[in-house]
């Protein structure tokens, strides 16, 4: 069974700094996602990692992915207020599409 | 906007109740996936269909059923709802006819509450 695991679960950091949330999966996948999900809303899709060594980088935000590691990371340069969210990081299953999600990271930034 | 509808917004209902969520999916997409978002188990996929055919099941209850219609539509029925199936319900869509498609959007949810 695919279990996934992120920490941290929360995060409180100040504006400017930088930090990274770790996603750890038990079990061999070609394919990783990053979504952020602010409060009572649906979830927005942020990276999508299909190989060992992916790097995508989208403003303050970058993900990797090493799939000998079954690790993904993802990096937030210069928090600011607007990156406060949950992000979910979510494995897709060899024998299909379906995603087994982490258990999510609350970040807040503070001003 | 993902272009996944899901209707209605909110729904609250008695336990014992049986009710039924909507989802369209993006135009094209052949695949729908319903996720199930609550506080004991997070986030959870219950049921895949692609095309109209059940695809893959995941930890979806007895009292719950879905299925997906000719137009790609897809119903997610609750049946002898409990307190405990109070949550966000989210339909999600991919695969797009001639495009291979990793990627699955979401829908806005359907918040269920039971009393």
């Known amino acids: 069974e695919l279990k996934v695991e992120q920490n941290p679960l929360f995060l409180s950091m100040q504006e400017g700094k930088n930090y990274t949330i770790y996603c750890n999966y038990s079990?061999?996948?070609?394919?990783l996602y990053w979504y952020r999900q602010d409060p009572g809303k649906s979830l927005e899709s942020l990276f999508v990692?299909?190989?060992?060594?992916a790097v995508k980088q989208e403003g303050r935000l970058m993900a990797s992915l090493d799939t000998k590691a079954r690790l993904s990371t993802l990096h937030i340069t210069a928090a600011v207020h607007d990156l406060s969210a949950t992000y979910f990081c979510?494995?897709?299953?060899?024998?299909?599409?379906?995603?087994?999600f982490g258990g999510g990271t609350r970040l807040m930034v503070k001003p | 906007d993902s272009g996944v509808t899901q209707t209605p917004k909110h729904l609250i209902t008695a336990t014992g109740q049986r009710v039924t969520l909507r989802c369209s999916p993006r135009?094209?997409?052949?695949?729908v996936y319903w996720y199930q978002q609550s506080l004991d188990q997070g986030l959870q996929f219950l049921i895949q269909?692609?095309?109209?055919?059940?695809?893959a099941k995941g930890n979806i209850l007895e009292r719950f059923s879905a299925q997906q219609f000719p137009d790609l539509h897809s119903e997610l029925n609750l049946s002898s709802l409990e307190l405990g199936d109070s949550a966000l319900y989210f339909c999600?869509?991919?695969?797009?006819?001639?495009?291979?498609?990793?990627?699955?959007?979401f829908g806005p949810g359907t918040r269920l509450t039971v009393l």
């Open positions: 979510a494995v897709a299953g060899n024998a299909g599409n379906m995603l087994t």
């Open positions: 999600a869509s991919s695969n797009r006819v001639g495009t291979p498609s990793v990627e699955q959007f």
């Open positions: 135009s094209g997409d052949l695949s």
């Open positions: 990692l299909l190989s060992n060594g």
């Open positions: 269909y692609y095309n109209g055919e059940e695809r």
């Open positions: 079990t061999t996948s070609d394919r």
